[in-house]
């Protein structure tokens, strides 16, 4: 058995298999409401042979969508369509279904990205409170958001939880806080977005306390019986950022707090910063620091497409757990074609099972294999 395919253990979850599809805003929401697409979309990723499905960034309230077409978790409408969503996968699939609660802070309010480029949308065009830990706008075009101030940091605090809790009611295994790319609690950790002067900016220690703070109330919120993690940011890839080494000490104070992983990405704080070499694996060695120095279940994530890739990042112990995104959107079979790869027994949704690598001839010609 590869070690891909072994089970593991997150929090009070048992997974079957390591293999996670990595959450994706799929800007298709209609007030923040899933639609049928969400019903195709995680459908398929359900079926996929990935062992967790995380569900896009999905905001906690409506000023922190990226677009006006994000999935929410704020209102009764949003939570039943959830519950059905996943009442309906488990007819079908038994793969855990976890998802990502967001807040876009400053980078909130953008068109989705094949309309007019995804370019910010202006005063007039919409009229949403932008809030930030400063007031300063992303790039230019962006508008310009209002440092939060105690009310309002109350204010997100209160709906992450509250979204929790809905989340919880509406069926899912799992929740992800989204601490990365850039969006609120990663802008509060970065000092390229936080130039707070109060005890929420400054010291790693003052730029973590929000975020902690976000997460404590999470864990308190969320039932131990399932699984609570963070996609955290391991690098801002400029010298003056947020980086592996404050990485791994958030890591660690979640852990402290009883969160049960991290999924290490990275980037997408500020525009303009050159990611040296976007190759396969790119942002592994960040997953193989934070996992070495809190000693943490991490999910590593990032141009992994080959099962003998994600394999070895587990053999080499530099994460217990790979994320796919684009992979898994390119080939939605991608957990069935990794396990023949791999030489693991097939595990075919039955009403495919004519066409699994063992059964089908076709499968060897299709896919260019001797
Ligand atoms: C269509 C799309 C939507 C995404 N949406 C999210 C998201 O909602 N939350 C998140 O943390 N990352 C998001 N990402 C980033 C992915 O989860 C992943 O980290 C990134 O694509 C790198 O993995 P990959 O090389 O396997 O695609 C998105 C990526 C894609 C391609």
Known sequence: MSRLFSPIQLGGLSLPNRLVVSPMCQY???DGVPQPWHWKHLGSMSTSGAGLVI??????VPEGRISPDDTGLWNEAQEQAFAKLITDIRTYSPTAMGIQLAHAGRKA???PPWIEGGRA???GEIDW???APSALPFAEGFRTPAALDEAGMARVRA?????ARRAHRAGFDSVELHAAHGYLLHEFCSPIANKRADQYGGSLDNRLRF???VAADLRAAWPRDKALGARISGSDWTEDGFDADQAAVFAERLKDLGYDYVCVSSGAIAPGIHIPGREPGYQVHLSETVKAKARLTTMAVGMIAQPELAEQILAEGKADMIAIARGVLDDPNWGHHARARLGDPPAPQPQYARAAPDLWPGYTLAHQLD
């Open 109 to 111: 309010g953008t068109l």
């Open 159 to 163: 709906a992450f939880t509250e979204a």
């Open 55 to 60: 569900v896009e960034a999905t905001a906690v």
């Open 211 to 213: 975020p902690l703070e």
């Open 28 to 30: 298709s929401a209609k």
């Open 129 to 131: 409170n932008i809030g």
């Open 121 to 123: 949308l202006k005063d």
